[in-house]
């Protein structure tokens, strides 16, 4: 069974994601902000990674970034959920690393679509 991260800090977009994926049949663990994420992320393994891109402290474009640096987590599929849901977001997204960018009100069956393929499950 493959284990999400979301990090968000929306309880609401937490909540709705994480209900989501868990009926699709994975495991999740949240975070409440970028830096909360990266220590889950250095204690756990992780399929993937769900990130929203404002969120206090850390943005989830520098996480986004951090990720692929390092090669501990650079094969972790990375979906940027937000609200700025522009071309040009995207388009920066995708740059950051991103494998996917999912704006926000999440489709939920396009974000279980989207980690399915992304995990291979």
């Known amino acids: 069974m493959a284990t999400a991260l979301v990090i968000d800090d929306s309880m609401t977009d937490r909540e ?5 994926l868990k009926q699709a049949g994975l495991n999740v663990t ?3 902000t970028g830096e909360e994420g990266l220590e889950k992320l250095n204690s756990s393994q992780f399929d993937i990674v769900i990130i929203d891109v404002v969120l206090p402290g850390r943005s989830g474009f520098e996480v986004c970034r951090e990720l692929k640096a390092e090669a501990k987590t650079s094969k972790i599929p990375v979906i940027i959920s937000s609200t700025k849901g522009t ?3 995207k388009f920066w997204g995708m740059k950051q690393g991103a494998d996917a960018y999912i704006p926000k009100p999440i489709d939920q069956e396009e974000l279980v679509r989207t980690v399915k393929k992304l995990t291979g499950n």
């Open 30 to 32: 949240t975070a409440n």
């Open 16 to 20: 709705v994601m994480t209900a989501c």
């Open 87 to 89: 071309e040009m977001d």
